[in-house]
């Protein structure tokens, strides 16, 4: 099936992180990253991205991955993302009628594991280059699902603008795919300040947390109910752009996400003091207003991201300037969604082949 | 009712504040002080005590209260528990049939306002002081109730070693009174090491809290069955002595309450980054034991509890020294309750009345 041309070339796909509005914690199914409940997030734009190279040839030895430089085993059984990302690969294989190794390297240019879904953009980017590199011919919606697996918050990353992931009720996955709701044009005065509190990673991975939490916390029997209803709600409230019911939206359902992970056992907190500092800001300025000008919002990390309009980007920039301990503040408006980038973009050349020796030819 | 010659002398109780293993958060009556859960906690003994003096006398010009040193206006509405202490005066005023205004003088020993249930001694040590007071005749139970109005932590401190605050079910809080389950020799080994992070005021009062949680938010729906299951687990694992379980059951109470905390609107956040290092110090200490040879259990504030054993001690200690920003230990067993105490530890005397200037003949 697939053109013997099409082996041997490296495809590049850059592909952004997301934002969700309304979040996705807890898998009712770990091997098919099956959500209990859907989600909603606005594709941020390049200025938190990733580039991932991927290229089949018959001449490799094995599969390999390289990720921000850094060689990872495909084979482990240690290494989740690794049987993810191999079971995606063999998945592609199998359509495409395909018997051929693959190397796949990728770049973040922003730091990984601290919370900024650089999964997500990983995954969403590593799946399109995956379909674009064997011409798969499948739409984006079965592309997300392919991503979902890798890594389920980087389904929503395959489109620009407002992002819906659906849940699904499906055993198989085949009806838990994202698909847009808005594009970036909608509402383009939204954006996010990414607000940098630690770069370093987290202790306990959202992978891990996805499975501790439904099975230990008691609260979190109400999670799945609570977020389908901010989903409807927060869905409604960007078709009519009111952006003081979406921020108090975005606000308490990651409350409500921290709750459950604090719930836990063992507890998972991700919240520090300078989050917490963050928190107490926005709710302050909001009050300033009379009206929410601006919304927090935490994924498994410290780092807190600020949803806001352009209008308000100054004011709060100012009221964040009072808060000790931020590191730098990223400004991002609507992605739109992942983008095929030319040859002379490729993270793969020869010299990346010999270094890392896999041998071609 | 009254004899007359129990006016004018001053009697001066001594109470000692107490920690919750399952707590109380949330009242489904805000004036009676009625809770949506039963709760247990451990009496502390006197280093963290509250001592208070009451007089009546039909030559005071009104009523009066002084709290460490400070006056506080009785008739002030803004006050709730000013209001709150008025509402008990005017109940055993009214049981003893006397028609005399009042003067309560009361000292902590520990900063109050931090989480350290100074005002559970302060509502216990003033409930039986006026009890003794106007010598009326009516039993801890029913003293249990009347410092449960004032507040409801307070119920608990009528009594020493572990104790049973019944939620009740009826609308008057007839059956909304506290009860001991073990006394204080029971199981002597347990140990409270209070580790105190901060003494500055917390943001968020619990009486506020106790109101602002139930309505809003979304999780605390399942808090209160949740509780009563622990109460029951927790009287079980105290009967047999079983710390291992008793441990688990109550660092899993903290974490649900200060989940539900978080999933308020506005949000509530006790706990900071020492609270969070405590917790995993403790995590990570009964790792290493194999079993649970300490909890940590957090009221309305940063600062910790430290639930452990006499045999334990040292260990924990030597853990908590590690963490940065503790600020003192306290070390408290279980205390045997409330107690009066001779006329020469009276707080009130001509000088105190003479220097407050509320008028005596």
New interface residues.
């Given amino acids: 099936m697939v053109p013997l041309n099409m082996l041997d070339i490296p495809y590049t796909v850059r592909a952004t992180s997301n934002i969700a509005f309304i979040k996705y914690w807890g898998r009712r199914n770990h091997d098919l990253n099956l959500p209990y409940n859907s989600s909603i997030s606005m594709t941020l734009d390049e200025s938190l991205s990733t580039t991932t190279s991927v290229e089949f040839s018959s001449s490799f030895k094995k599969d390999m991955l390289i990720i921000n430089g850094k060689k990872q085993d495909l084979s482990s059984q240690q290494n989740e993302k690794a049987s993810y990302i191999k079971k995606v690969l063999e998945q592609a294989r199998k359509i495409a009628g395909l018997n051929a190794h693959t190397l796949v390297v990728s770049k973040n240019n922003f730091p990984s594991g601290t919370g900024l879904a650089s999964s997500a953009a990983g995954a969403a980017a590593l799946s399109l280059a995956i379909v674009k590199a064997l011409n798969l011919d499948i739409d984006t919606k079965e592309i997300s699902k392919m991503a979902r697996q890798v890594s389920g918050s980087g389904s929503r990353s395959l489109y620009g603008g407002i992002v819906k992931w659906h849940r699904g009720t499906l055993h198989d996955g085949s009806d838990s795919f994202a698909e847009q709701l808005f594009d970036a044009d909608y509402w383009s005065g939204l954006i996010d300040l990414v607000t940098i509190v630690t770069e370093s990673a987290k202790r306990v991975s959202s992978s891990k947390g996805h499975t501790l939490t439904p099975r230990t916390?008691?609260?979190y029997?109400?999670?799945p109910k609570?977020a389908e209803a901010e989903v409807k709600e927060a869905e409604t409230a960007i078709r009519n752009r009111d952006f003081n019911l979406l921020a108090?939206i975005i606000m308490?359902d990651s409350?409500?996400l921290?709750?459950?992970c604090?719930?836990?056992?063992?507890?998972i907190?991700y919240?520090?003091?300078v989050s917490?500092a963050i928190?107490y800001t926005i709710?302050e300025l909001n009050e300033n207003h009379g009206k929410n000008v601006a919304a927090y919002t935490f994924d498994a990390g410290a780092n807190a991201h600020i949803i806001t309009t352009q209008k308000h980007r100054a004011a709060v920039e100012g009221a964040l300037s009072s808060v000790n301990g931020i590191k730098r503040i990223l400004y991002s408006k609507q992605g739109n969604g992942p983008r095929l980038l030319s040859d002379d973009k490729s993270l793969i050349n020869d010299e990346v082949i010999r270094h890392i020796g896999i041998y071609k030819y």
Same sequence: chains 1, 2.
């Fill in positions: 916390s008691r609260l029997d109400l999670r609570i108090e308490r409350n409500n921290h709750a459950v604090l719930d836990s056992w063992p507890p907190i919240l520090n003091d917490r928190i709710h």
